[in-house]
């Protein structure tokens, strides 16, 4: 990692090596990636479900070649499914087997000691991304916060404020080299000021139309460039229509492959409506859209491409 960063040398380079993975950042997202890779600090990455946050971590684990360590957070997930936990079968198998030697009581200290030990320590995610040993350090994604309690980013801020942690039987674990780290959030709830304080920040935007195009031409190359065009348009007009769940690139992905799989090469109000629940999940949202609201986007569609 440290000769990867020491090769990142400006935002453009950051771009051309996202680009290089299918990942097409528009500049103030490759801004902020540069600068956290060069700061060392965390980047928070806000943004509606869909817009690619979590790609930005898959992206830069396969631009750097480093370890991609995901924690997936959710309601009710405490430090030691996040940090770590001790293999209690395994230490009963232990201690089952020294009973049955004879060594259980012969030395009760050293028994324990045993039994909270590294062989017996299951590392989860943030202790495996701070005690990544003498290789190169990973990329932590922590995926999703606003999903936590209060409780859970409270102790996330701390272990990413010092890259440590204490195991009471072990002792203090520090990071020799800090992982890159990537937070996001769908911003479901508003994620506390002082974790933002600790990390970079942007927002990141649904891709604008050339953008979209450009993402479609690279993430599926099959489907010709006036469907691509097609599919854009008319993906960027449902977003502007106040949907529950405005589609995002993966579901323009989505429909994209889906039209061409079954040879559709100008959009038309029956393949949309046929289609229709590849771009959009929710009934409700294909309800709304339905009827004159999809023939203008599938109009100005015609007319963009």
């Not at 589609?247 to 393949?271: M, S």
Request: with cysteine.
């Amino acid at each position: 990692m440290t000769s990867f960063l020491t090769s990142v040398t400006s935002v453009d380079d950051v771009r051309a090596g996202m680009a290089d993975h299918d990942y097409l950042a528009d500049e103030g997202l490759a801004t902020a990636i540069f600068l956290a890779l060069r700061l060392g600090r965390p980047l928070l990455l806000e943004g509606e479900a869909g817009v690619g946050k979590t790609e930005v971590a898959k992206t830069l684990a396969g631009w750097s070649g480093a370890e991609l360590i995901r924690l997936q957070c959710y309601e009710g997930i405490d430090a030691a499914q996040a940090l770590y936990e001790w293999d209690y079968s395994k230490q009963l198998l232990h201690l089952r087997a020294a009973e049955a030697t004879g060594t259980a009581g012969a030395d009760t200290d050293q028994l324990e000691a045993e039994l909270y030990s590294e062989r017996f320590l299951v590392r989860r995610p943030l202790l495996r991304a701070i005690d990544h040993g003498d290789g190169p350090p990973p990329v932590l994604l922590v995926d999703e916060v606003d999903r936590a309690d209060d409780e859970f980013e409270a102790f996330l801020l701390e272990a990413l404020s010092e890259y440590a942690v204490t195991i009471p039987e072990l002792g203090e674990i520090r990071a020799t080299v800090p992982p890159m780290v990537i937070v996001t959030s769908n911003r479901t709830r508003d994620v506390h000021d002082a974790l933002k304080r600790r990390c970079l920040y942007h927002w990141v935007e649904h891709p604008d139309f050339e953008r979209e195009v450009a993402i479609l031409a690279r993430r599926a190359p099959g489907v010709s460039d006036r469907l691509s065009r097609q599919v854009a348009s008319v993906t960027g007009s449902l977003r502007e229509a106040g949907l529950y769940k405005p589609p995002g690139v993966a579901e323009t992905l989505d429909w994209a492959q889906a039209l061409e799989l079954i040879g559709v090469e100008e959009l038309d109000a029956a393949a949309v409506d046929a289609t229709l629940g590849t771009l959009l999940k929710y009934r409700e949202d294909q309800e709304r859209v339905r009827g004159s609201l999809l023939e203008e986007a599938i109009e100005k569609a015609l007319a963009r491409s």
